[in-house]
């Protein structure tokens, strides 16, 4: 889509959006429970690999490695606006579709980045509530029958066909969603509302082509949804997930506030090869390193240590400019990259990607 038809879309959202409790309210017929992320929700698959178009803001997210010194990021994001869902127009913007995908590759030294936005009209702009399977033109994002994930991006700069497979055979706990926080009610804030639906899929094999070229590498896979997401007074947030060369998986994040004082909210996690789930309540993020952009002059921790009870683990970019511009579609700039995760020592660990929002300016959910 081009930039002056994303940029006509983001503002029929902006003009749209209000605060959570009024979004909630303009669902006409959804039971009120669709609007709210609620604690007792128990998460049923393939139903929740779909979208729930109920709520205000959903994403499928995945970053992962390909060998040993590339990486990919490829995220698609529904957003439910409030305009009235039973307008007869098929030009009304009630559903908006953004996409954002990226191709880290160290001897360019910088992301090759593309987007997309559109308003649902399908085939061409579409998402499943039965399972995942979005897509606005020719990039999609897919899973199948046999649990296995395919997404497509084809981009001026770059290309990739990917296939994301469960990490073990049938039965391994690996292959199972991980049902983050409280059976997938995932807190954000201080507030009850202030909250998502989460889920991660850790540890998937990837094969398949970037740029022409077979590669194989290991991905972690994200699907949240939500309609409050953050705390008025956040800034935005860093949030890590990595894939441990053990085979277990650690997820962790701060919401930062936006005036100096502690975070608003954190949350870390281990899933361990057997299934087993250990949780850090003392998780704290220490900046190493900071990185100012050529472009925008923002600057990002891009070299943090995160300090568990036990253990420090050190996460290093693949290189430093990693910094996505998605002001023509979603309005946002970020920093999301691949990083190498080390101990205390230097020794690897593993790889995952590092994700570190609201530093250009607040971020607005």
Same mark, same amino acid.
Request: neutral net charge; glycine residues 10%; hydrophobic residues 35%.
């Given at each position: 889509?081009?930039?002056?038809? =994303?940029?006509?879309? +983001?503002?029929?959202?902006?003009? @749209?959006? =209000? ?16 609007? +709210?992320?609620?604690? $007792? ?15 205000? !803001?959903?994403?499928?997210?995945? !970053? ?6 590339? #990486? ?9 606006? #409030? ?27 910088? @992301?090759?980045?593309?987007?997309? =936005? ?5 085939? %061409? ?20 029958? $046999? ?9 001026? &700069?770059?290309?990739? $066909?990917?296939?994301? =497979?469960?990490?073990g055979p049938p039965g391994d706990p690996r292959n ?16 009850? /509302? ?18 022409g070229e077979p590669v194989n590498g290991v991905a ?42 502690? &975070? ?9 090869? $057997? #299934? %087993? ?12 390193? %900071? ?6 002059? !923002? ?23 990693? /910094?996505?511009?998605? %002001? ?7 920093? /999301? ?19 570190? !929002? ?8």
């Amino acid at each position: 889509m081009r930039r002056r038809e =994303a940029l006509a879309l +983001l503002g029929a959202l902006t003009g @749209a959006a =209000a605060s959570a409790q009024a979004v909630a309210q303009a669902f006409p017929g959804v039971p009120h429970q669709h609007a +709210l992320v609620e604690p $007792d929700y128990r998460m049923a698959f393939p139903r929740d690999f779909g979208a729930h178009p109920g709520f205000r !803001t959903e994403w499928w997210y995945v !970053t992962g490695w390909l060998g040993e010194d590339r #990486g990919f990021q490829v995220t698609f994001f529904r957003v439910r606006t #409030g305009h009235p869902q039973d307008n007869p127009s098929r030009f009304a913007p009630t559903q908006l579709l953004f996409a954002h995908a990226a191709l880290m590759l160290p001897k360019n030294r910088h @992301a090759l980045h593309g987007q997309r =936005a559109a308003r649902i009209d399908p085939p %061409r702009a579409r998402f499943s509530e039965q399972d995942a399977d979005v897509a606005i033109g020719d990039w999609s994002l897919s899973r199948a029958s $046999d649990d296995r994930y395919r997404t497509v991006i084809r981009d001026d &700069d770059f290309d990739f $066909d990917l296939t994301l =497979a469960p990490p073990g055979p049938p039965g391994d706990p690996r292959n199972q969603p991980w049902l983050q926080d409280l059976q997938g009610f995932s807190r954000k804030g201080p507030r009850r /509302e202030q909250a998502s639906h989460y889920y991660s899929r850790p540890q998937l094999q990837v094969s398949g082509t970037a740029n022409g070229e077979p590669v194989n590498g290991v991905a972690w896979f994200d699907h949240e949804w939500s309609t409050t997401y953050l705390d008025p007074a956040a800034e935005g947030w860093d949030w890590t997930g990595i894939n441990l060369d053990d085979g277990s998986a650690l997820v962790a994040f701060r919401i930062r506030p936006r005036q100096p004082g502690p &975070d608003t909210w954190r949350y870390c996690a281990l899933r361990h090869p $057997d #299934g %087993r789930v250990e949780r850090f309540d003392a998780v704290r993020f220490e900046v190493l390193r %900071r990185w100012q952009s050529p472009r925008t002059s !923002t600057q990002y921790p891009v070299s943090i240590r995160l300090v568990l009870p036990d253990r420090g683990l050190r996460l290093e970019p693949l290189f430093d400019d990693q /910094e996505l511009d998605g %002001r023509g579609s979603t309005g946002t700039i970020y920093w /999301e990259g691949a990083v190498r995760v080390l101990d205390d020592g230097g020794k690897r660990l593993g790889r995952g990607y590092l994700e570190l !929002t609201g530093y250009q300016s607040p971020l607005k959910m």
